[in-house]
């Protein structure tokens, strides 16, 4: 389950100083090493591990990765020593686990780290040791998690939690032992109480989603990331509570030793897929772990249309586009630095479309074939082609005009007489018809000047 931070949290250095001490998880002085590389889930190409005890060790978080799998182990408790019978001591309690996929991470920012140990570092509540017979317990275990800012800072941003283990007492008699409560979770576990006294006054309590464990009698309870640090009646001890996203309070003195309740753990509301695991962590006496996964960005490039057929003298255009994935996730949020490249053609300017898909145009003017290519992050995300067709247009034929024909004009032949009856009027019918009018003609005029004389 997801839990949201409660608002009006106070910050660890808060906490810190009014306690009147320095702003601090834990009490360990141990080196702070290097994180180690592993062998990374299938679907995953990256894998780093912080097993040493450490506050606040840093990790930048690689080029193209906005998701990284997570997964912590609370550390657990630690156990008292018994000097007197060598062997009565109670187990500290068992840490809690966390797992999930953190989201919306920038490339190249810095998350933090804290890993928490057995002795306390990471948040878990001191133990304490007696003045008289030097009976002492066990130091609640430290929270292991992830952070986007500082732990140790003013002002310290949890994306992922797994509580510690409570501490243990030794004792020299029986009917129980007290021991640890297990880290959280959601919400830890209890420690128990020398005598199987079931009243929970008497025994530390564990860290929850909205508060810190209250303590057993007589004890401190948790805070915000801290567990309550175990008290001493000069005979008498009680367990640390374990660090957490609340710690757990620490076992009381009433009369006898109670155990240090467990620690709560966190995911952050940018965690995906998240689970809070109870007692889930390292074992008794055992430091935590935090391992840091990340899966490989990939692009899918396509263009469209593929083939691009325009008209001579004009502009063929296709649209690339680059569809960017991490780990076979489509990348929802946008904002990488991405860059199209050709050989051939016009690119316009990338547009980010803040859902993972990146566009630009590619405009020709004649015949070729284009290789686009594409980055993101500064990553190769892949290629495609675009073939441009510039077709010729067909000119429109200029008609040939007619010329007018001239009776007589050379070279022009002379239009046809229309045909009477069956046959056709030649010119030499023509002829023979005009003498023959013509010598009726004369007749005519000759009789009729012979009338009038």
Request: proline share 7%; net charge negative; glycine share 24%.
């Amino acid at each position: 389950m997801r839990v949201s931070e409660p608002a009006g949290r106070v910050s660890l250095l808060t906490v810190s100083l009014l306690l009147g001490g320095a702003a601090t998880l834990g009490v360990s002085s141990a080196a702070i090493a290097a994180p180690v590389g592993c062998v990374p889930d299938p679907g995953y190409v990256g894998c780093v591990e912080f097993s040493t005890p450490a506050e606040a060790e840093t990790f930048v978080v690689p080029a193209g990765v906005t998701r990284l799998l997570s997964s912590a182990a609370g550390a657990g408790g630690g156990m008292g020593t018994d000097p007197v019978s060598g062997g009565l001591r109670g187990d500290g309690g068992i840490g809690g686990a966390a797992s999930g996929i953190i989201t919306g991470l920038t490339p190249g920012s810095t998350l933090w780290v804290t890993v928490g140990g057995s002795d306390g570092t990471g948040g878990g509540g001191n133990g304490a040791t007696d003045s008289t017979a030097g009976y002492s317990s066990g130091a609640g275990g430290g929270l292991s998690g992830v952070w986007s800012s500082d732990p140790l800072g003013p002002a310290p941003t949890p994306l992922l939690i797994a509580g510690g283990g409570g501490g243990s007492v030794s004792v020299t008699a029986v009917p129980q032992i007290p021991s640890g409560g297990d880290g959280g979770g959601e919400v830890g576990t209890a420690g128990t109480h020398q005598n199987l006294d079931p009243d929970p006054a008497l025994r530390g309590q564990p860290g929850t989603q909205t508060g810190g464990g209250a303590a057993g009698q007589g004890g401190n309870p948790g805070t915000a990331f801290r567990g309550g640090d175990a008290v001493t009646n000069i005979s008498v001890v009680s367990g640390g509570g374990g660090g957490g996203y609340y710690g757990g309070g620490s076992g009381g003195l009433a009369p006898d030793a109670g155990g240090g309740g467990g620690g709560s753990g966190f995911l952050a509301s940018s965690v995906t897929g998240g689970a809070l695991t109870t007692g889930g962590g390292a074992a008794t006496e055992t430091n935590g772990s935090v391992r840091l996964q990340w899966a490989a960005l990939t692009g899918q490039l396509s263009a469209a249309p593929g083939q691009v057929t325009f008209d001579e003298g004009k502009t063929g255009v296709s649209t690339i586009t680059l569809s960017v994935s991490e780990g076979g996730v489509p990348d929802q949020r946008g904002g990488r630095s991405v860059a199209f490249t050709s050989d051939f053609g016009t690119l316009s300017g990338v547009i980010d479309h803040s859902d993972g898909t990146y566009t630009a145009t590619l405009s020709g003017t004649s015949d070729g074939t284009a290789r686009v290519s594409a980055t993101v992050d500064g990553q190769s995300a892949g290629d495609t082609s675009v073939v441009f067709d510039a077709v010729a247009v067909p000119g429109t034929p200029t008609p040939t005009p007619t010329p007018t024909p001239t009776p007589g004009q050379a070279g022009i032949k002379q239009p046809e007489l229309p045909e009477t009856g069956s046959a056709a009027l030649t010119p030499a019918v023509l002829t023979a018809v005009t003498l023959l009018l013509t010598g009726l003609l004369t007749t005519l005029l000759r009789r009729t000047s012979r009338r009038r004389s």
